[in-house]
Structures are given as C-alpha cells and as structure tokens.
C-alpha cells in the first residue's frame, strides 16, 4: 500500500514538474513576440536614419529634395544673385537674423547654412504644414509681384519665404523654414539629420 502511495506521490510530482516546464516554455513564446513588437523594426529605425546626399549633379538654381524621417529637405544650390538678394531684402522678414530657434547654431547666419551656396531646408511651411513651391524667377515671371526677388510661396495660405527659408512679414506662417541637422562629408556629400554636435 506504501509503495502505491509512493508511486502516486512520485507521479504527482512528475506531473507537477511537467506542467510547470510547459507553463514556462508557453510563457516564454508568448513573451517573445511581445518584447519583439517593442523594439522598432528595421523600416522604423530607416525613418529616422540619418540620410546622404550626393549634389554633384545640381547646377547652380536647381533643387533636389531627399526625404529624411517622412520630411521633404530642399537642398538649394544658389547662385550669387540668389545670394545676394538675401542681403537685400531683410527690412522685408520677420526673422532675418533667425533668432527663433529653428535651425542648429551653425546655420543661424544670413544665408541659414554652412556653406552659402547651399540651402538645406525642410520643405514644410511652419503654417500648417503644407509645401511651398518653388519662385526662383524675378519678378512677375512666375505670377509673383513684380519686386519679387525669388524664393518660395506656400499656396495653402499664400505664405511667402525667401531663398534661405526666411518668412515674410505679415505671413500666415508664423516663423522660418526649419533646417535639420546636417554637415558636409565632402565637397559633393551633404549627410542629414547628424552634426557634428551629436545632434540628430
């Protein structure tokens, strides 16, 4: 009879010893898939990816836009008029100097960038977050005012911005075009959305 109730006993625990491990195995595969739905996949980490630009093929007065984090950025390679009437132009914005805080510190500078000739911006109006097109032509070539001297016009809301990002007085958009984080690899490689100030 001792030996029966032993035998029960040893079977009890085995049982109970069985049941424990599948309850942890089942445990674990639930808890895998769940820890894996919070880290961000492979699609999500490219989205916020810094991304690299080659503008060996832009001529002075064209643009090409790249997208970083779901964003059109412009990279506008100007040419010395276009640098010009940056200057010319000022008595007109509502923040030349771009006291606002939306560039790094290295762009706060007339021409917003490291390198004059370049503008690297991104291409939503600060409004309501429209895209403006493109009014590089003087005057009244492109349906703009005949002292137009270039620059950019959101047509959501009419809000107008000149050849470094900078608003107009009286605009609907409230500050600047924003600059994103960005430094040059080379004399033709523009890397955006990292600085050299670990911004990102």
Known sequence: MSDTRSDLASQRR???IAS????????????????ASLTPSERARAAGAPVEADVSGLSPGEMMTVEWRGKPVWILRRTSDMLETLET????LADPASEEPQQPDYTANRHRSINPEYLVV???CTHLGCSPSEKFA?????????????????PCH???FDLAGRVYLSQPAPTNLEIPPHKWLSASQVLIGE??????
Request: hydrophobic letters at 45%; aromatic letters at 6%; a negative charge.
């Open 14 to 16: 085995k049982l109970l």
């Open 20 to 35: 424990s491990g599948a309850g942890v195995v089942a445990a674990a595969a639930t808890a895998v898939p769940f820890v």
């Open 89 to 92: 132009n000022e008595q007109k």
């Open 122 to 124: 991104i291409g939503i």
């Open 138 to 154: 003087e005057g009244t070539v492109e349906g703009m005012p005949a002292d137009w001297p270039g620059g950019f016009l959101c």
């Open 158 to 160: 009419g809000s107008i």
């Open 195 to 200: 600085d050299d100030q670990g911004t990102a």
